[in-house]
T-cell receptor
Framework: DVKVTQSSRYLVKRTGEKVFLECVQDMDHENMFWYRQDPGLGLRLIYFSYDVKMKEKGDIPEGYSVSREKKERFSLILESASTNQTSMYLC???????????FGEGSRLTVL | GENVEQHPSTLSVQEGDSAVIKCTYS??????FPWYKQELGKRPQLIID?????GEKKDQRIAVTLNKTAKHFSLHITETQPEDSAVYFC???????????FGRGTSLIVHP
């Protein structure tokens, strides 16, 4: 059974804090993605990665960075959290053969 | 880059009615069009997809149609049931890279 695990379901942080969101997969796929989900705005791509140590900016990368040190792990980093980064963050793993995305359960971040 | 427009944002139907959600895309090179369903509090999951060499695809009560010339595709759900209530997302991407751009989502409410 496919497994995409996000480290934290709910986080509350203060403005200016550094935030790490971690995503781990057990499918041995190269493609991993971080999306942000906001009501009425759908799923917006923040960053994606094709391989270890490789990263590409998505549509809304400002204020975020990522790390892919191992194939199975893709981390999203907020260097200095701001209130407008309060959102649901979804990690996804892409099947390179079919294009299907497998999503994690999401991490709901509140920045006070 | 790709732009995907999705309508309507909210759709309310009576149980047993049909529901149609429409999406348009901008990049004529896109050739893979998945639909994801996200139930309340759950992760998005693929329910059906279509590739550009096919005009229609069915899976029980759901079907997807694609018009490449007009660059639009639609999700059709027949005989709706309360468990169809969810947010549905369309997406478009190019095969090979499979980096999907999502629509903003449609909240489908099926009234018993």
């Amino acid at each position: 059974d496919v497994k995409v695990t996000q480290s934290s379901r709910y986080l509350v942080k203060r403005t200016g804090e550094k935030v790490f969101l971690e995503c781990v997969q057990d499918m041995d796929h190269e493609n991993m993605f971080w999306y942000r989900q906001d009501p009425g705005l759908g799923l917006r791509l923040i960053y994606f990665s094709y391989d270890v140590k490789m990263k590409e900016k998505g549509d809304i990368p400002e204020g975020y960075s990522v790390s892919r040190e191992k194939k199975e792990r893709f981390s999203l980093i907020l260097e200095s959290a701001s209130t407008n980064q309060t959102s649901m963050y979804l990690c996804a793993v892409g099947d390179p053969n079919t294009g299907e995305l497998f999503f994690g359960e999401g991490s709901r971040l509140t920045v006070l | 880059g790709e732009n995907v427009e999705q309508h309507p944002s909210t759709l309310s139907v009576q149980e047993g009615d049909s529901a149609v959600i429409k999406c348009t895309y901008s990049d004529s090179a896109s050739n893979y069009f998945p639909w994801y369903k996200q139930e309340l509090g759950k992760r998005p999951q693929l329910i059906i997809d279509i590739r550009s060499n096919v005009g229609e695809k069915k899976d029980q009560r759901i079907a997807v149609t694609l018009n490449k010339t007009a660059k639009h595709f639609s999700l059709h759900i027949t005989e709706t049931q309360p468990e169809d209530s969810a947010v549905y997302f369309c997406a478009a991407s190019k095969g090979g890279s499979y980096i999907p751009t999502f629509g903003r989502g449609t909240s489908l409410i099926v009234h018993p």
